[in-house]
């Protein structure tokens, strides 16, 4: 079983830079894929970012592609998303989730899941 907790979420005006933190425990995390998820209100939940185990693979999304990056810290067993060049259409409950193998962008390939952590951005 393994536990994922997020936090780095808050408020910030478009434009800023925020760090969200996925920190994991249990199992044998730093051999999971971690992906970072999103979900505004009243849309679904929708794929970010993912990075394989061994952090050499990573891919997101086309709309945060040159402003977001995920890297993680296996000695740490953390995976962070920095976002940068944040937009109000950013705004979302960010949640971060593992799986084996490899990544996916569909949220029912992911095992664990975090409680989520708000980004709220102001125009």
């Known amino acids: 079983q393994v536990q994922l907790v997020e936090s780095g979420g808050g408020l910030v005006q478009a434009g800023g830079s925020l760090r969200l933190a996925c920190a994991a425990s249990g199992g044998s995390s730093r051999t999971y894929a971690m992906g970072w998820f999103r979900q505004a209100p009243g849309k679904e939940r929708e794929f970010v970012a993912g990075i394989a185990w061994s952090g050499t693979t990573t891919y997101s999304t086309d709309s945060v592609k040159g402003r977001f990056t995920i890297s993680r810290d296996n000695t740490k067993n953390t995976v962070y998303l920095q976002m940068n060049g944040l937009k109000p259409e950013d705004t979302a409950v960010y949640y971060c989730?593992?799986?084996?193998?490899?990544?996916?962008?569909?949220?029912?390939?992911?095992?664990?899941w975090g409680q989520g952590t708000q980004v709220t951005v102001s125009s």
């Open positions: 989730a593992a799986r084996r193998v490899s990544i996916t962008t569909k949220t029912y390939d992911y095992d664990y």
